[in-house]
């Protein structure tokens, strides 16, 4: 009997998980192990703050999220009140990050869609193309590391 | 946990009382223990009550922390300090006093890493939300400024004797009739939703 296996040199095809969603019209992509949920959105409670797109705190039950700004990141403002909650998993813990509603998409990209950026100490860490769109790639891990930004 | 070394906090069988009141859409928690009463002003002016314990100016504690809050001159001041000096701070609401176990009260997270983290000293849950714990030092300072004077009268230093002896301690300061204020007697609460002052 004949079977088919493969060869000493082949790998299997890398394969990426993405999750796409939106903050106030524009369209990000963020690798599906870096989010830790999608909730309904709940009001935030405003926390005075000198540090940069920390300035609020959200309450899930007995849990408590810092709120990152990506709005306020991006530069852009929500256009309505269809709002979601993502858990970034940062580094330093997780943190609620407020996106459009509308659900968020999974995709699976392979390797050759995703294109790193050379180093860097941004939490954009490169591009990938969805079909026709090339988004760009952020790093929930990293989020809010800008080196623009002293 | 409360990181706080217990002897700068007054902790009472495992449990600390704070203040808790609004400022714009923000729950602060004074601790208790700074606590030395609650004013209603009369309607466009600072009461001779204020002057006579030795509060020359009220400040608005949603500036002190950059919180958008609209004042009004009927919102509650609360006066913070200790023997040495006193702080007049007006809020937006007092929600009334609410007991809380050591180990229900947490750092402030770890992602807040600016001067933030010298002005709470932590926080809990409270009611649906949560209620920033304000560190006392911070909020009273160690130096005298402008809106307040020394006092080396003696005062209470014990949430429960400023809850029960307020009135008390402001007749004794000459203050005449007590009516030409509201005093707002401080009764703990264990629920926000409880209180019969919710409408502050």
Redesign the interface.
Known sequence: MLTISPGQNSKPAKTVPIVVFSVGGQRLAARAEEVGGIWPWT?A???????RF?DA?M?QG?K???V?NLAERLRVKFQSQDRLWMIAK?F??P?AVCIDGGTPSFEVLGADSIHYANGGESDIIGMCRIGAEELPLYSLTRLGDDPREG | MDTRPESEALVQNGVRSFLVVIC????LAIPGEIIRGIVRPEEGAVPDALRSLNVNRVGELADR????SIVSTSDPILICGTAAFRRAFRVGGVEGLHDVRVECIFPL????????RH?FSG?F?YS???A?VIDSRWLLGQDLGPDQTADTAAAPTSSDEARAGSAQWLASDGLGDPRRFDLIELEEATDADDLPWAEL
Not at chain 1, 45 to 51: E, R, Y
Not at chain 2, 65 to 68: A, R, V
């Open positions: 009001e409670m405003p926390v005075p703050s000198g540090t920390v705190i309450r007995e408590v999220f810092p990152f940062r330093d813990g943190m | 714009g859409r923000t729950r922390l950059g919180l958008t997270l770890p992602h807040f890493r600016g001067p933030e002005w926080m849950l649906d939300s949560v920033l």
